[in-house]
């Protein structure tokens, strides 16, 4: 089971960027979906989720209203669009992958991608 996720790259506050996770290895239409990032010195933390069954959306306070997660389960890929972007998004950002029931805890996700770095420079 692989977890790929690539976008990420160097851009300005307040640009976009849209970063992509392609899962290989098994279907994953049943599982939910998630964005975590770790900035220098800090620990993982929740972004945003998708949930298999009906396509809710969560996000953590930092990121709503400026990001926007999604999924298309027949691409077997997950997509985290990130418009307004500030210094502080700067973090390398990971997908996951969790059955079972929602949750943003990190500890809780069984796969995992090899994260994408996204600088955000002011």
């Known amino acids: 089971v692989q977890l790929q996720a690539c976008g990420g790259g160097l851009l300005q506050a307040a640009g976009s960027l849209r970063l992509s996770c392609a899962a290989s290895?098994?279907?994953?239409?049943?599982?939910?979906m998630g964005w975590f990032r770790q900035a220098p010195g800090k620990e993982r933390e929740f972004v945003a989720a998708?949930?298999?069954?009906?396509?809710?959306?969560y996000y953590a306070d930092s990121v709503k209203g400026r990001f926007t997660i999604s999924r298309d389960n027949a691409k077997n890929t997950v997509y985290l669009q990130m418009n307004s972007l500030k210094p502080e998004d700067t973090a390398v950002y990971y997908c996951?992958?969790?059955?079972?029931?929602?949750?943003?805890?990190?500890?809780?996700?069984?796969?995992w991608g090899q994260g994408t770095l996204v600088t955000v420079s002011s």
């Open positions: 996951a992958v969790k059955s079972g029931s929602y949750s943003s805890s990190p500890e809780l996700y069984g796969y």
């Open positions: 290895g098994r279907t994953f239409s049943r599982h939910h």
């Open positions: 998708i949930t298999w069954y009906s396509s809710s959306t």
